[in-house]
């Protein structure tokens, strides 16, 4: 069975202060490691697809990062505005071009000013 | 303006009432997928469609059911079978054809009274 864990569950930071948000996975045949931003009450805003190992992508001050076994979001200097849930999400071939996604229950980022 | 919409943005049920959520999207994307999202949980699947007129169950599907008779739109029906229906709601499609993922509509929140 696919299972993905993210950590830690909440987090709380000040303005400025780095930090990282860990995904593990657990999925036969991994095609995309998929890491989302969601704010209160709106669905889920992409933010990075990672296809392999040593594989990074970064957007302003986030950056992913993929190992064989977990994902790593990494937060430089946040800002309020970073405040959000974090989901990350593995996916797997269902046929044709399309993936089956199994999502983690997401963290809670906080970043006070 | 390309994109997915999902309405009602809320909804309230009464107890032994089917109610249905709509999703209509404008991307030309041939896959539509429903997700649950319950505080503290993951995104989990209710029901997929890779085609018009075929829809396959996902994880939990039990007490909904869908149709996908245009290709634009995907509705989803809460019916009185399901017991715990109160959730928000996400519909997604890929991102496309390039672009592995999905992209969420804005979701519907979903109240029992």
């Known amino acids: 069975e696919d299972q993905v864990t993210q950590s830690p569950e909440a987090l709380r930071l000040q303005e400025g202060e780095s930090s990282s948000l860990n995904c593990s996975y657990t999925?036969?045949?991994?095609?995309?490691l998929f890491w989302y931003r969601q704010d209160p009450g709106k669905g889920p805003e992409f933010l990075f697809t990672?296809?392999?190992a040593g594989e990074e992508k970064e957007k302003e001050r986030l950056k992913a990062t993929l190992t064989k076994k977990e994902s790593f979001l990494h937060i430089t200097a946040p800002k309020p505005e970073d405040s959000a849930t974090y989901l990350c999400?593995?996916?797997?071939?269902?046929?044709?071009?399309?993936?089956?996604?199994?999502f983690g229950k997401g963290t809670l980022l906080t970043v006070n000013p | 303006d390309g994109g997915i919409t999902q309405s009602p943005k809320y909804l309230f049920r009464k107890e032994g009432q089917n109610v249905t959520l709509s999703c209509e999207q404008n991307l030309n994307h041939d896959a539509m997928y429903w997700y649950r999202q319950d505080p503290g949980q993951g995104l989990r699947l209710i029901y997929y469609?890779?085609?018009?007129?075929?829809?396959q169950k996902g994880d939990i599907a039990e007490g909904y059911s869908v149709s996908r008779e245009k290709k634009e739109s995907f509705p989803l029906t809460v019916t009185s079978a399901q017991k715990n229906p109160t959730a928000f709601y996400l519909c997604?499609?890929?991102?496309?054809?390039?672009?592995?993922?999905?992209?969420f509509g804005s979701g519907t929140r979903l109240t029992v009274v």
């Open positions: 469609s890779q085609i018009v007129n075929d829809f």
């Open positions: 997604a499609t890929p991102r496309g054809p390039s672009s592995p993922g999905y992209t």
């Open positions: 999400a593995a996916g797997r071939d269902s046929g044709g071009s399309n993936y089956k996604l199994t």
């Open positions: 999925v036969s045949g991994l095609r995309g």
């Open positions: 990672l296809y392999s």
